[in-house]
């Protein structure tokens, strides 16, 4: 596959904190290295300085920590602003109080991230409330520990959707923007997975809601709530109803049918989840205590899913390909090949035009695997960074420019 012949690419990121977020940072810096550019902005800046399609990312999709490196890009920063707002938000030199540059964003600090979760109201805080509703059935330790902790979440993403609202987008609107960006997010009360984005009307199927009533800082805020440490954030539909909403990797840790629905024919896809491979100089998990076994069955749960994922359209493109040859061998007329691919492509909801690239780490790289997620030392951000971009460099080498 020749990248530059395809003219709508698409960039989905996946989640996973702060070290998610540095991951891809280094994927993009590999992205550009090999000549993509990443549009962003107005609609008036975007078709004024991006006007070819080719290598240019018009369409992003993001996820949890995905969503505000997704956001930061179509908002139009560029990948050496997005590195030095965590950088100075890790509290490395000075912060400017205000930059006329627009090229400026305002720093990343742990207390934009980090917001303790207390009532709007403290008035209306008082501690039996933690303690007032009690469960539906009774019996066991799993019950007494839903009796007594009735707190929804350490933390809130009320000053991360602030810092969006007040730093980042000053229309704070999917429509506003020159290029498509989509949040993915999880609603609370239903087994739906919602994307909010530019859409004209709300609309819904059985698995996934297409929602218009977020703002883009509301959205990510919503997309970013990973419980049990944020609590799930609260949106108001076009109702006037609030529906509650958290971390958009629950469902789908890649949405990359959301890139390929709204015209991408080439989805590359970032993800910073590699469950450790056993390494001598590392030794075996068990003697890292609950905190690294309890990641590692989770990063395997997530890795069975991405795996299913790929695999099934890797099954459906030798599928159809099969079916081609066939056809083709029996002497069947191209137009009623044509018919019985649109058949089943139609049925399966698969594009075969559309080309996926996954980047991830290496197992090797078995210091990814014990990064703290939410850490914003600049040493740790740096190394991870490069772990990125080598992971990026390496999934790009097969494929010609």
């Not at 549009?39 to 399609?53: E, K, L």
């Not at 998990?285 to 990641?295: D, K, Q, R, V």
């Amino acid at each position: 596959m020749r990248l530059g012949e395809k003219n709508r690419p698409s960039l989905v990121l996946s989640g996973g904190g702060i070290k998610a977020a540095a991951f891809h940072i280094g994927v993009c810096l590999a992205l550009r290295e090999k000549g993509f550019k990443f549009a962003g902005g107005s609609h008036n800046v975007v078709q004024q300085d991006f006007s070819d399609n080719a290598m240019t990312f018009k369409t992003y999709v993001g996820s949890s920590a995905g969503s505000v490196i997704s956001t930061f890009l179509a908002a139009g920063y560029s990948i050496d602003s997005i590195i030095d707002a965590f950088t100075r938000g890790a509290g490395l030199g000075p912060v400017p109080r205000s930059r006329s540059d627009s090229s400026f964003l305002r720093p990343l600090s742990y207390r934009d991230i980090f917001s303790l979760n207390l009532p709007k109201h403290k008035s209306s805080f008082t501690f039996p409330r933690l303690f007032r509703k009690r469960p539906i059935v009774s019996g066991g330790l799993e019950v007494l520990l839903k009796s007594g902790f009735k707190v929804n979440g350490v933390f809130s993403t009320r000053n991360l959707e602030k810092y969006l609202r007040e730093n980042v987008f000053p229309q704070n609107d999917f429509k506003a923007l020159g290029v498509q960006l989509y949040i993915v997010a999880t609603q609370l009360n239903h087994s739906r997975k919602v994307v909010f984005g530019p859409y004209e009307e709300t609309t819904k199927t059985k698995d996934v809601k297409y929602s218009n009533y977020a703002t883009v800082s509301q959205a990510v805020a919503a997309s970013a709530s990973l419980p049990p440490f944020f609590a799930p954030y609260g949106i108001k539909n076009n109702k006037g109803k609030e529906i509650q909403f958290f971390d958009g990797e629950i469902r789908d840790t890649l949405s990359t049918h959301v890139a390929a629905e709204h015209g991408s024919d080439l989805v590359i896809s970032s993800y910073s989840i590699q469950p450790y491979h056993y390494n001598k100089e590392a030794g075996s998990l068990h003697e890292f205590g609950m905190p690294a076994i309890f990641n590692q069955a989770l990063y395997q749960v997530v890795q069975q899913k991405i795996e299913r994922h790929i695999k099934h359209q890797q099954d459906l493109t030798a599928i159809i390909h099969a079916i081609q040859g066939y056809l083709r061998q029996a002497e069947v007329e191209e137009e009623h090949i044509q018919k019985v691919i649109e058949v089943v492509t139609s049925r399966t909801k698969f594009n075969p035009k559309v080309s996926y690239i996954y980047i991830h780490p290496s197992p090797q790289d078995y210091e990814m695997f014990f990064y703290d997620h939410f850490s914003l030392n600049p040493k740790i951000l740096a190394h991870i960074v490069r772990i990125g971009f080598k992971s990026a460099m390496a999934a790009l080498r097969h494929h010609k420019i």
